[in-house]
C-alpha cells in the first residue's frame, strides 16, 4: 500500500510549531500552563509524523491528511489566548497612535458612529460572519468536486495564511477596538448577523488576536487559492472577502491599520505560498 508520506503541510506545520514553541517558552516564567501547552504542541509533532503513515489515496484518511491544519487551527488560537492572560502586554495604545498618525483619528469608532446605517450594518457584517465558511467551504468544495490537489494546495494557503498571523499574534499582542473602546449598541446592532458575530467574539474570541487581521489574511488567501481550480466560486467569494475587510473597521472589530497590515500580508503570501509549497516539497521527488 502507498502510504502519505510527507506533504509541504506538514513542513510547514512543523516550522510553525517549532516557532510557536520558542515564542512560549520564552514566556514560560508567567505563562502557569506552559508545560501543558508545550505538551500539546508536541503531540501536534507525533500526530504529524503519524499521518505520513495514512495511505496516500483513499476516503477521509486522506481528507484528514490534508485538512488537519484547519481541524486544528482553533487549538492554537485558544493556546494564544491563555498565552496572552498570563503576560498580560498588550499594544493597542501603539497601534492607535499608528491610526492617529495614517488616519487622524480611531476610524473603526468613528466610521458607524458617522454612518449608522442598519443595512450596511446588517450587510457587513453578514459578510464579517462568513469567515469561516469561507475558510473551511473552499478546501471542502474543492474535496467534493474531487479536485484533490487543488484541495491540499487550498489548505497550504490556509495553513499558511493563519500560521503566519499566529506568530504574529504571539509577538505583538493587541486586543483590538471591540475591547478597548465602548462597544456599538442600538439600531446599528439589532439584526441577526451583528448578533450572531457579537456572540462567536463574546463566547470565542481570544485577547491579543487583532493585529493583522487573520479574518483578512485567511479569507483573501482561501479565495486567491480557489481561484486557479474553482474560478466561479473565486467569483462568488471574492466580493465577500472584500466586503469582509471593510466589516473589519466598520463593525469596531479591528483598527483600521489592522484591517491594512492584514491586506497587505494577504498579498505578500498570495505571492510567495506556491513558491513555498514547491520548495517544501522538493525533497519527496528526489
Known amino acids: 500500500m502507498n502510504r502519505r508520506g510527507t506533504q509541504p503541510t506538514d513542513r510547514l506545520t512543523l516550522i510553525f510549531i517549532v516557532v510557536f ?28 509524523a503519524l499521518l505520513r503513515l495514512l495511505p496516500a489515496r483513499g476516503g477521509s484518511a486522506e481528507f484528514i491528511g490534508g485538512a488537519y491544519p484547519l481541524i486544528l487551527f482553533g487549538a492554537f488560537y485558544t493556546q494564544l489566548g491563555l498565552i496572552q492572560l498570563d503576560v498580560g502586554r498588550l499594544y493597542d495604545l501603539v497601534v492607535q497612535r499608528w491610526e492617529l498618525a495614517l488616519f487622524g483619528q480611531q476610524v473603526s469608532v468613528t466610521w458607524h458612529q458617522r454612518m449608522p446605517s442598519p443595512a450596511l450594518s446588517f450587510v457587513l457584517h453578514l459578510c464579517y460572519g462568513s469567515y469561516y465558511w469561507i475558510l473551511l467551504g473552499v478546501p471542502l468544495w474543492l474535496w467534493i468536486r474531487g479536485k484533490r490537489d487543488a484541495f491540499r494546495r487550498a489548505t497550504f494557503h490556509a495553513a499558511l495564511a493563519l500560521y503566519a498571523s499566529y506568530l504574529v499574534f504571539g509577538v505583538f499582542p493587541v486586543a483590538g477596538p471591540y475591547f478597548t473602546f465602548p462597544r456599538p449598541e442600538g439600531a446599528f446592532i439589532a439584526n441577526w448577523p451583528a448578533r450572531y458575530v457579537y456572540f462567536m467574539l463574546d463566547n470565542g474570541s481570544a485577547m491579543g488576536t487583532a493585529f493583522p487581521s487573520s479574518h483578512i489574511i485567511a479569507s483573501w488567501c482561501a479565495v486567491h487559492a480557489a481561484w486557479r481550480d474553482a474560478r466561479r466560486l473565486a467569483l462568488v467569494l471574492a466580493p465577500v472577502a472584500f466586503l469582509l475587510a471593510v466589516g473589519t473597521i466598520y463593525g469596531q472589530f479591528h483598527y483600521a491599520v489592522d484591517a491594512l497590515a492584514g491586506g497587505l500580508l494577504a498579498l505578500g503570501l498570495m505571492l510567495v505560498a506556491d513558491p513555498l509549497r514547491r520548495l517544501l516539497d522538493r525533497p519527496l521527488r528526489r
Open 21 to 48: 514553541a520558542a515564542i512560549l517558552l520564552a514566556q514560560a516564567k508567567v505563562v502557569t500552563a506552559w508545560p501543558w501547552l508545550l505538551l500539546a504542541d508536541a503531540l501536534v509533532v507525533v500526530l504529524v
